[in-house]
């Protein structure tokens, strides 16, 4: 008998052995993601440096904006709004912005608590964190987190895909990510495409230890690997910035509160396999979001309050060398708080669209959601008196 | 796919409520009373509150149980009410040795998994259950050997678990490509590391334990 069964387990295991062993190698970066600089001399357009709000005030509160292209060439943002953070009449509303107009089309609710719980089959206590990108084969996709029981250290992750622009959506699918009862794993920073169609998802760990992590999906979305940049409990939300096929930069929210907080900073020159001991850059971050863009000629653009405590500054920085150097480039926002009132820019998001002009979204004082376009001839005005 | 999977949660999850309710209320119900709480447990477990069933109020908290604890909770409900036609099963599901192996995987595999996956180390064992990626021939490694001391050692209940484990994760009977999720599950470490302390404490005040 002990016979058969050890000849039952080898049947067994041998599968599982032959996967185990079939080391796929980690597949290229993408780099759809690259922001493009035009050659404006031949045109000279005029310079452009527009703000507005995206959102309406229909919500006391908002927060956490995204935007993604359409393949019509327009931009959709996606941001949570509410009473208040966390609480239960929080939805994720949409709102599509016109490209020729730069005029925003009316909000509407995305994704409604008791609507997402029925169809997740889970009670649901709150949601939040709404991450937006374009796949291979031009379809929207929309992380958000989730929270049944606790703060927002007990979140899943769930998504769903819009293969027409965001006018209709498929059911939501609830991630995997974590052994622990699946929790605490939470989304910020925008994904980014491999070259085989694979999707990476920053994202980060918030029960005891705080931690950013990065998950390696399928192209339908199933995590196939997870990464974990570092160990403790100070760092959160991480962005990358692909360089090149093999190359990319991460930064990550210090999440120490320290009077002298920086930004945290890895890198890795194979495509993800392994990444480079973390580091404290030299940009403050006063345990704040932040987001980039990579440029084509290898530069770097963040966003990111430009201060070790307080968020009442939103700058523009850029790097010309691989983040050795950081210039300010632009003080998007910079207000006095007062007593009375704390001004608060926060959780932005840059993203490119398709006639090159570039937009940040950012949280106005948890009221708005502020929007900033600048195009090509402003920006290189701009990095041209850095020189 | 995905309604298939959460179908799976919600049915492990209403499993768990049936199995609680049956275990709180077996020590001093007969049979037959046994019966009437099965059915009534399973009954209020498709009646929504809320526009949602208990076993989806449940599947909130303790999302996809492991196949491994499926298997013990089904099992548990088995031998309340097989008959004495399942002898051997019987034999093995009440045998402390098996279950002594049994809550000793469960906690090892808890103590190597959660501390470190929670963030105490750079090193996230998490990431072993992704077959393909590196270092993942160290869990299947962990596995294997378990099962082989489980031949030699006829400890049949727990060489059933990994074998239906591993099976299950071919088959891809959960939304996760990760094995750990298939193995083991915080519900049945914490239940596991529980049993193990009352032995501990049934041995050294020299008491039988009660299953």
Known sequence: MRLGLLLLMAIVFLPLLLKSLNHEPSPSFSLEGVAQLADISAEQPSIFYRVQFASSGATREVHSAVMVRLSSGNMRAFWYGGKREGAKDVSVYTAELDLLTNEWREERVLVERLDMAQQLGVYLRKIGNPVAFRDSEERVWLFFVTVSVGGWAGSTINFIISDDDGLSWSEPTRMVTSPILNLSTLVKGEPFLYTDGSIGLPVYHEMIGKFGELLHLSPTGVVLDKVRLMPGRVSLQPIVLPSDADSARIYMRNATDASDSTLFETWTDDAGQSWAPVVRSDLPNPNAAVTGLRLDDGGMLLVLNNQHDKRNNLSLMYSENEGETWQLLHEIEQEENTPEFEHQFSYPSFRQSIDGDFHVLYTWNKERIKHVRFNQQWLQERLEALK | ?211
Do not use: E
């Open chain 2, 1 to 211: 796919m995905m309604l298939m999977w959460t179908d799976i949660g919600i049915f492990s999850a209403t499993l768990l409520w049936v199995a609680l309710l049956v275990k709180l209320t077996r020590a001093w119900l007969p049979r037959k009373g046994l019966l009437i709480v099965l059915i009534g447990a399973v009954g209020s477990g498709m009646i929504p509150f809320n526009g949602l069933v208990i076993g989806g109020y449940f599947f909130s908290l303790s999302s996809y149980l492991s196949i491994a604890t499926i298997l013990l909770l089904l099992a548990f409900l088995f031998s309340c009410f097989a008959g004495n036609r399942y002898d051997t099963f019987k034999v093995y599901w009440s045998s402390d040795q098996q279950w002594l192996v049994v809550t000793v995987f469960f906690v090892l595999g808890g103590l190597l998994l959660y501390p470190m996956a929670g963030g105490l180390t750079m090193f996230d064992p998490y990431r072993l259950g992704y077959a393909g990626t590196p270092w993942s021939m160290i869990l299947f490694g962990y596995l294997f050997g378990w099962a082989v001391l489980c031949v030699l050692k006829r400890w049949y209940l727990l060489l059933v678990l990994i074998l239906a484990s591993v099976l299950a994760y071919y088959l891809k009977l959960l939304p996760s490509l990760n094995l750990w999720d298939y193995v083991i599950d915080p519900l049945v470490v914490v239940y596991s590391l529980f049993a193990l302390l009352k032995c501990g404490c049934c041995r050294l005040f020299k008491r039988q334990p009660q299953n």
